[in-house]
């Protein structure tokens, strides 16, 4: 028991609240914005540190013990997520201070911001399938109101897409709960990796297991990627930014958990099918990353390419493939957020979102040019980036497996990556200076704080690996033995 | 009688789908609400209906109804209807704005 793991949870949550009572006045919204993310973080360094030394925390919460009431456990693995979850909202808090225009601002735009998070932070930590569908929608429905906000045409077109397409999987969701409870008869997720490993995970329990693979690939875009270019690609480039760093991540979370936790014990099915997902997903969205020339486009058609990257070492579960997961789970979180933070800055100076139409901004822009080229080489794992290692771990539990076909896959995509964000660079910082381009708004220095904090991170957790590598060597080991999470649930 | 409320989960499933697969927006809406309510009738059967007393731990607690799928529904009930004001509110703001509600028509090209 230990009251730190709701902090997370709580503190975006009441912040939320009373910035919607603080309507008129924006700079105490913006000041107790950066306050609560700040109090997050330290609260998510705490957890990690916990998590680290002391082993799994839990929360009963009204002090029902499970498995009857909820449970939230922050294990190493939530714990490190939700670290790198409050830093990357923290950067693109930062960012809209200068990018997000008034009317957007004095419309409920950071307490929207401070519930996604709260949600996302609450379906990290969570230990209850229900609750982490409940969770999810907190997040979902902060979304929806987040990528409509502001009402353009675009905008909303996009968001009909999106907000259909995930009532859809939440109706789903709560149909495989449904078949869950009436197979097994628990909600609580430890208590259900000890019954479906007393019964057995035949028939009907991998039937249910495939449910939850297409909600939560609907939800992180695995395979089942259609709606998120269009969507991601509608609203401003500091939403954009927090969509593409936390949302998808936490279908990928829930994958994860799922997959580890619970139905593991037919990995000839399952994890074999989460491997062609993991294929396919990168294939195809490598392909369309290729043939954009619209920045945003471009930029989101790589979230899909790294969701297939991160499944596929849930494919492999190998201790070593699933440590290379989550090391590019993390990364992945950085850096998709500072690419679409720079894209949007890119986009901010040049007017346009179309390669074809910018082009020259490195004379004007250096700092900028040379951060986007930073973060390029980091998100196609050149080392000694942030993406290298986490790609390097992949490869080798891949092949220590056997999957040579996976491998060579996410080869020949990482290289296609690296051409997708080349042109990007090549067409918007190189070249001549378009005319048209004095049309873009010229101020963004305040704009490259945040994303050379980002940029600091992405190198650091490159350079620093040996640092990292111990506190995701804990959260590979507790994947790996799930006794060991159902210890620490449901006996103290 | 649970199989006759699996055949009207059915059913109710069978016309969520036929909605949500119309161009028309307002159609598409009453296609995701029937969509849950099916699917909250779903976890109601999917529990069991027993004639159990109602779930009060007391003196003389024989067989009781499981309070937890009642507990679950109420849940998805209200989630659900929140997400359907939102998406009825963002569909007539859409149809202001964009002046159809036909998701065929709802398909322009990007630069706009």
């Known amino acids: 028991m230990n009251n730190v793991v709701i902090l997370p949870v709580v503190i975006p949550l009441i912040t939320g609240i009373v910035l919607i009572l603080a309507k008129k006045n924006l700079n105490l919204q913006r000041s107790l914005s950066v306050l609560s993310f700040a109090a997050l973080i330290v609260a998510a360094g705490r957890l990690v540190h916990l998590a680290a030394t002391e082993g799994i925390q839990t929360l009963y919460l009204g002090s029902w013990v499970p498995p009857f009431g909820i449970v939230l456990v922050a294990d190493m693995f939530a714990s490190l997520l939700v670290l790198t979850a409050g830093i990357v909202s923290l950067a693109c808090l930062l960012y809209s201070f200068s990018a997000i225009d008034k009317d957007r601002e004095s419309y409920f735009y950071y307490p929207l911001v401070q519930f996604i998070v709260a949600g996302v932070c609450g379906s990290f930590l969570t230990g209850d399938i229900f609750n982490l569908f409940v969770f999810f929608e907190v997040m979902l429905i902060a979304s929806y109101a987040l990528i409509s906000l502001g009402g353009e045409k675009r905008q909303l077109r996009e968001s009909l897409k999106y907000v259909l397409v995930n009532i859809i999987s939440s109706v789903m969701f709560v149909m495989a709960v449904a078949y869950l409870y009436a197979t097994l008869g628990t909600l609580n997720m430890a208590d259900l990796s000890l019954r479906v490993a007393a019964v057995g995970q035949e028939g009907i329990v991998t039937v249910i297991a495939i449910l939850f693979m297409i909600v939560f690939s609907l939800k992180s875009a695995l395979f089942l990627y259609y709606w998120l270019p269009g969507s991601y690609s509608a609203p401003p480039a500091p939403i954009a930014a927090l969509f593409g760093g936390l949302l998808t991540k936490v279908g990928i979370y829930a994958l994860f958990r799922s997959f580890t936790l619970i139905f593991y014990h037919q990995p000839e099915v399952t994890h074999q099918l989460l491997a062609w997902l993991a294929g396919l997903t990168m294939v195809l969205g490598v392909l369309g990353a290729v043939a954009h020339w619209d920045v945003r486009k471009i930029l989101a058609y790589n979230i899909v390419v790294a969701v297939g990257f991160i499944v596929f070492g849930l494919a492999v579960s190998s201790s070593t493939a699933l440590s290379g997961a989550i090391y590019y789970l993390l990364h992945d979180m950085i850096i998709k957020a500072l690419l679409f933070l720079l894209g949007g800055s890119m986009i901010a100076v040049a007017g346009t979102g179309q390669l074809r139409k910018m082009g020259g901004l490195i004379k004007r822009y250096p700092v900028l040019g040379w951060m986007f080229f930073i973060g390029a080489l980091a998100l196609a794992g050149i080392p000694p980036l942030s993406g290298f290692i986490g790609k390097l771990l992949l490869i080798q539990g891949g092949l220590e497996q056997g999957l040579y076909w996976l491998v060579a896959v996410s080869l020949g995509t990482s290289l296609l990556v690296l051409y997708s964000m080349l042109k990007i660079f090549m067409n918007g910082f190189w070249g001549e200076e378009k005319n048209h381009q004095a049309q873009g708004n010229g101020s963004i220095t305040r704009h490259l704080v945040p994303c050379g904090f980002l940029v600091a991170l992405a190198v650091g957790l490159g350079l620093g690996a040996e640092w990292v590598i111990p506190y995701i060597q804990i959260a590979t080991e507790t994947l790996l033995n799930p006794e060991l999470y159902i210890q620490a649930v449901l006996k103290e | ?112």
């Open chain 2, 1 to 112: 009688m649970e199989i006759l409320m699996s055949i009207v989960v059915g059913v109710l499933f069978t016309v969520g789908t036929y909605l949500v697969l119309t161009k028309s927006l307002l159609r598409i809406i009453l296609g995701t609400a029937v969509l849950s309510h099916g699917v909250h009738l779903l976890l109601l059967t999917m529990a069991g209906l027993k004639t159990g007393a109602p779930p009060l731990l007391g003196e003389q607690a024989g067989s009781y109804t499981d309070p937890l799928p009642q507990a679950l529904i109420l849940t998805a009930i209200v989630i659900s209807f929140g997400v359907t004001a939102f998406f009825f509110v963002l569909a007539y703001r859409s149809y202001q704005q964009l002046g159809t509600d036909d998701m065929e028509k709802l398909r322009g090209n990007d630069d706009e």
